[in-house]
């Protein structure tokens, strides 16, 4: 070492703080676009919670229309198939891949050796207050004691139809320990001042693994309000499920948006060339569409959400339970019919099921594919 080492090991130390000082501080990286101050925005639409005036030109228009008008027939239901469903629950690897529609968007899938429910509502009413609000038009399909030991719950948003919090407090008080519950950001104080633990809520694309499934959130285009003063306080989505066997798309409420193309683009690469095996797309409470299209799709732009996701088939759900809005509670199977066929998709490809029915479902690669 030369005398004069430590004199160039002190300079050139100095010369590396003033590099670093120089440098400019990284900069926060900018919030994502649908954080906005608090608050949630879609990514395709800016949307405004509907305010008075248009609320009550809506039930004006109602009432002088005398709609929703009384459906001709009850919403069919079957008894489920229980054995069934209890024996495939402990299954494993085993497990075939079924989904039962329990009633509006609540429904059992098993997938993936897990037993996954679907924005669970239980309760006579969607509504804030036991005494008022929508009335059930059918029991569940499967009563909260007959389900099968529940591993995760998906939450989509918080409105009262799909964020049901005596149903989340029955589950996370099931025999054998609480689910998982996965809710969008904002949602899990709710829950969790309620006394539910397990929870953990997700951003747009953010992700979490059980038990070998990936559970991914997504953008879909709808909102959030409990009531008047939380509008757009918590975000909303859909959820995409990645199993070895299975991958499934639940869209919770959603207008129609790009947001599907980019749900496909995405995960197609893992998906390889193939889409979901399974999406749960919402086909109702979609009346009158001056009001409801920003959030809610018709059955015809359902039928392009599962066209824009190369869905192999679809279940549609969120119908025929609650009545929320101008079209018969038992229009959307028929609507949902005209649009296939406008479409020339085959029957087989996008279907709705009797409340109780499961559908058992071929593994990813294996069995035909619905016709397109
Ligand atoms: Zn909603
Ligand atoms: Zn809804």
């Given at each position: 070492m030369t005398p004069c080492s430590p004199l160039r090991a002190l300079l050139g130390l100095l010369m590396l703080c003033l590099a670093t000082l120089a440098r400019p501080a990284p900069a926060e990286p900018a919030p994502p676009a649908h954080h906005r101050d608090g608050r949630f925005q879609n990514q395709y639409l800016e949307f405004a919670p509907p305010g008075l005036l248009r609320l009550m030109r809506w039930r004006w228009d109602a009432a002088r229309a005398g709609v929703p008008r009384p459906p001709q027939a009850p919403t069919p239901r079957v008894?489920?198939?229980?054995?069934?469903?209890?024996?495939?629950?402990?299954?494993?690897?085993?497990?075939?891949?079924?989904?039962?529609?329990?009633?509006?968007?609540?429904?059992?899938?098993?997938?993936?050796?897990?037993?996954?429910?679907?924005?669970?509502?239980?309760?006579?009413?969607?509504?804030?207050?036991?005494?008022?609000?929508?009335?059930?038009?059918?029991?569940?399909?499967?009563?909260?004691a007959e389900l099968p030991r529940i591993d995760a719950v998906l939450v989509s948003h918080d409105h009262y139809d799909h964020c049901d919090l005596p149903s989340l407090k029955a589950l996370a008080a099931q025999p054998g320990g609480p689910p998982l519950f996965l809710v969008p950001l904002g949602l899990k104080a709710l829950l969790e001042d309620a006394g539910i633990t397990h929870v953990v809520e997700l951003d747009w694309w953010q992700g979490r693994s059980l038990q070998g499934v990936d559970i991914v959130m997504?953008?879909?285009?709808?909102?959030?309000?409990?009531?008047?003063?939380?509008?757009?306080?918590?975000?909303?989505?859909?959820?995409?499920?990645?199993?070895?066997?299975?991958?499934?798309?639940?869209?919770?409420?959603?207008?129609?948006?790009?947001?599907?193309?980019?749900?496909?683009?995405?995960?197609?690469?893992?998906?390889?060339?193939?889409?979901?095996?399974?999406?749960?797309?919402?086909?109702?409470?979609?009346?009158?569409?001056?009001?409801?299209?920003?959030?809610?799709?018709?059955?015809?732009?359902?039928?392009?959400?599962?066209?824009?996701?190369?869905?192999?088939?679809?279940?549609?759900?969120?119908?025929?339970?609650?009545?929320?809005?101008?079209?018969?509670?038992?229009?959307?199977?028929?609507?949902?019919?005209?649009?296939?066929?406008?479409?020339?998709?085959?029957?087989?490809?996008?279907?709705?099921?009797?409340?109780?029915?499961?559908?058992?479902?071929?593994r990813r690669g294996t069995g035909p594919v619905a016709g397109q």
């Amino acid at each position: 070492m030369t005398p004069c080492s430590p004199l160039r090991a002190l300079l050139g130390l100095l010369m590396l703080c003033l590099a670093t000082l120089a440098r400019p501080a990284p900069a926060e990286p900018a919030p994502p676009a649908h954080h906005r101050d608090g608050r949630f925005q879609n990514q395709y639409l800016e949307f405004a919670p509907p305010g008075l005036l248009r609320l009550m030109r809506w039930r004006w228009d109602a009432a002088r229309a005398g709609v929703p008008r009384p459906p001709q027939a009850p919403t069919p239901r079957v008894a489920a198939d229980l054995a069934f469903l209890r024996a495939n629950a402990g299954a494993g690897a085993a497990m075939v891949p079924t989904a039962t529609w329990i009633g509006h968007a609540t429904v059992l899938v098993q997938m993936g050796g897990l037993n996954v429910l679907t924005d669970p509502i239980f309760s006579e009413r969607a509504s804030p207050l036991s005494w008022t609000g929508p009335l059930r038009a059918q029991p569940p399909g499967l009563a909260l004691a007959e389900l099968p030991r529940i591993d995760a719950v998906l939450v989509s948003h918080d409105h009262y139809d799909h964020c049901d919090l005596p149903s989340l407090k029955a589950l996370a008080a099931q025999p054998g320990g609480p689910p998982l519950f996965l809710v969008p950001l904002g949602l899990k104080a709710l829950l969790e001042d309620a006394g539910i633990t397990h929870v953990v809520e997700l951003d747009w694309w953010q992700g979490r693994s059980l038990q070998g499934v990936d559970i991914v959130m997504t953008p879909v285009q709808h909102w959030s309000a409990r009531g008047l003063a939380d509008r757009l306080r918590s975000l909303w989505g859909g959820w995409a499920l990645f199993a070895a066997d299975f991958h499934l798309f639940f869209a919770g409420d959603t207008g129609y948006s790009p947001d599907f193309a980019d749900i496909h683009a995405r995960f197609a690469p893992r998906q390889g060339g193939f889409g979901f095996d399974l999406a749960l797309l919402p086909v109702g409470a979609y009346e009158p569409r001056w009001f409801m299209k920003d959030q809610h799709v018709n059955p015809e732009e359902a039928v392009r959400i599962h066209l824009d996701l190369a869905a192999r088939r679809t279940l549609g759900i969120h119908w025929g339970t609650f009545e929320l809005t101008d079209e018969p509670l038992d229009e959307p199977p028929r609507a949902l019919a005209a649009a296939r066929r406008a479409r020339g998709l085959a029957d087989e490809s996008f279907v709705v099921t009797p409340i109780g029915q499961t559908l058992r479902l071929p593994r990813r690669g294996t069995g035909p594919v619905a016709g397109q």
